[in-house]
C-alpha cells in the first residue's frame, strides 16, 4: 500500500505523495544532474503548491462542503449532448442498457452450464480463475500470449495494423501500482523521440501475505487476462493508437478524442474476438465457453456501470444501492461492489465503456447492410479507424450514406 503525505489536519494528500517519493523513485535512474536539479526544484514547487490546496480546500470549502455529489438529470443530458453528440434521454439509455444486462447475465448463465452444469454460474467462473500464471510467470506469459493475440488478428485479416513495432510488455512502474491493474501506455501522436508503447501488468508485490498474492494472481488468469490484452493492445487501445497515427487525421482530429470511441473501441473488440473464435483453436469447445464466460464477465461489469451511472446521477440511487446493484448483477465481492459504486460518485461518464460498443455495433450493423457483399470486418474497422477518435455519431455522417440514419445511434 502507498505511504501517503500528510494534510495539516492529517488527511491523506495523495497527490503530493506521489511527486515526493514514487516520482522521485522513478526518476533514480537519470544520470544527467542538471535535468534532476530542474526537475528537484520545480517538483518541490509543485509539491508545496499541491499542500496549500489541500489545506485551502480543508479550512475554507469542507465546512461548506455537501453530499450532494449526483450531476441531476438536466447536467447529465448536457454531459451526453456536449461530450458524445448523445441527444437520447438517459432514461432511453438505460432501458437500452438494462435490457442488455439482462440478455449479457442470460449467456453468462448459458455459458457457465456448457462447462459445469451441475454448479451454480459464479462458482464455475471462480473455478476457472484458478488457472493462472505464478507470480515469477506473470510477465513472461503475457508476453507470448500478446504475441499469440496478435498473431490471430493478423492471420484472420481483421484490421490493418499499421506497423510491425511491438507494444513491450512491462511490469507497471511503482509509483503506478496503486491505481493500475494492467495499462496501455501510448505516446502522444506528435512525439517524435520517446515513441515506444507500453502494455503495463501489475506484478505482486514480494512482501503481500500469500492470500493476498493469490487473491491477486486470480484476477490475472489464462481467460481474463487475454480479455484485457485484447482491450489494451491487439487490436484495442495499442492498434487503435497506430491508426491514429497513420490516419490522415488532421492534427486537431489526432489531439481530441471521445470517451465512448476510445474504451467502447476496446470493449468492443472483447466481444467480436470471442465471436470470431478467439480461444476456440482445435474445435475446444470447452476453452471457448471459458473465453465467452470472461469475456461476459467483463461486459456485465461495464454494463452495471452504465445502470449505476443512470441511476446514482438522475434518479437518486445511494451508494449503497450502487454497490449493492454491482453485487446482485455482475456478482462482486462487497469490496470491489464499493469501489465500482464510489467511482459512479465522480466519474459519471463511466457508462461510456458501454455506450461506446453498443454505438460501434449498431453502425457495424446499418454499415453492413449499407454494403452487403462488400463488407468484410476489416473493411469496417479499417474505415472506423481511419477518422480519429471522434465521437461515434460523427462516424456515422462518414461511413453511412443514409442521412435518416445518422440520428439512430443505439
Not at 56 to 85: D, I, N, S, T, V
Not at 200 to 226: C, G, H, I, M
Request: with cysteine; glycine share 6%; net charge neutral.
Amino acid at each position: 500500500m502507498k505511504r501517503q503525505s500528510k494534510s495539516p489536519k492529517g488527511r491523506p494528500n495523495g497527490s503530493a505523495d506521489f511527486l515526493s517519493r514514487d516520482l522521485v523513485a522513478a526518476l533514480k535512474e537519470v544520470k544527467n544532474e542538471l535535468l534532476l536539479a530542474e526537475f528537484n526544484a520545480a517538483n518541490q514547487r509543485a509539491i508545496e503548491e499541491l499542500r496549500g490546496y489541500a489545506s485551502w480546500l480543508e479550512k475554507e470549502q469542507l465546512p461548506k462542503a455537501h453530499l450532494h455529489y449526483a450531476l441531476g438529470r438536466e447536467k447529465f443530458q448536457k454531459m451526453l449532448r456536449y461530450g458524445e453528440l448523445i441527444e437520447l434521454a438517459p432514461e432511453k439509455i438505460l432501458e437500452i442498457g438494462m435490457r442488455e444486462l439482462r440478455r449479457e447475465q442470460q449467456v453468462f448463465v448459458d455459458t457457465a452450464k456448457k462447462i459445469d452444469p451441475g454448479r451454480k454460474p459464479i462458482e464455475v467462473f471462480k473455478e476457472i480463475q484458478k488457472d493462472h500464471p505464478s507470480e515469477e510467470s506473470l510477465i513472461p506469459d503475457t508476453k507470448k500470449d500478446l504475441e499469440a493475440i496478435r498473431r490471430f488478428v493478423v492471420d484472420r485479416g481483421m484490421v490493418s495494423i499499421p506497423s510491425q513495432v511491438r507494444a513491450r510488455v512491462e511490469e507497471t512502474p511503482q509509483y503506478l501500482r496503486a491505481t493500475s491493474f494492467a495499462s496501455m501506455d501510448t505516446p502522444g501522436p506528435f512525439e517524435a523521440k520517446a515513441t515506444e508503447a507500453y502494455y503495463y501488468v501489475t506484478p505482486v508485490e514480494k512482501d503481500w501475505p500469500s492470500r493476498q498474492k493469490e487473491e491477486w494472481l486470480t484476477a490475472f488468469n489464462t481467460y481474463t487476462t487475454d480479455i484485457v490484452t485484447i482491450h489494451e493492445a491487439y487490436p484495442g487501445h495499442y492498434v487503435q493508437f497506430l491508426c491514429l497515427n497513420a490516419s490522415p487525421a488532421t492534427r486537431l482530429e489526432k489531439i481530441f478524442g471521445s470517451y465512448a470511441f476510445i474504451e467502447g473501441w476496446a470493449h468492443y473488440c472483447e466481444q467480436m474476438m470471442v465471436d470470431e473464435g478467439f480461444g476456440a483453436g482445435n474445435g475446444d469447445s470447452l476453452k471457448s465457453a471459458k473465453y465467452r464466460l470472461a469475456q461476459s464477465d467483463e461486459a456485465l461489469l461495464r454494463l452495471c456501470r452504465l445502470c449505476v451511472s443512470i441511476k446514482t446521477h438522475c434518479e437518486g440511487m445511494s451508494l449503497e444501492g450502487a454497490a449493492k446493484f454491482f453485487e446482485e448483477n455482475c456478482y462482486y465481492e462487497p469490496k470491489p461492489a464499493h469501489q465500482e459504486a464510489l467511482r459512479g460518485t465522480f466519474d459519471p461518464q463511466y457508462l461510456y465503456y458501454t455506450v461506446g460498443k453498443l454505438e460501434i455495433l449498431k453502425l457495424r450493423r446499418d454499415y453492413q447492410r449499407q454494403e452487403g457483399a462488400g463488407f468484410s470486418l476489416r473493411r469496417f474497422h479499417d474505415e472506423l479507424l481511419r477518422h480519429g477518435a471522434p465521437p461515434i455519431r460523427l462516424l456515422r455522417e462518414a461511413m453511412l450514406k443514409d442521412r435518416a440514419l445518422w440520428n439512430e445511434i443505439l
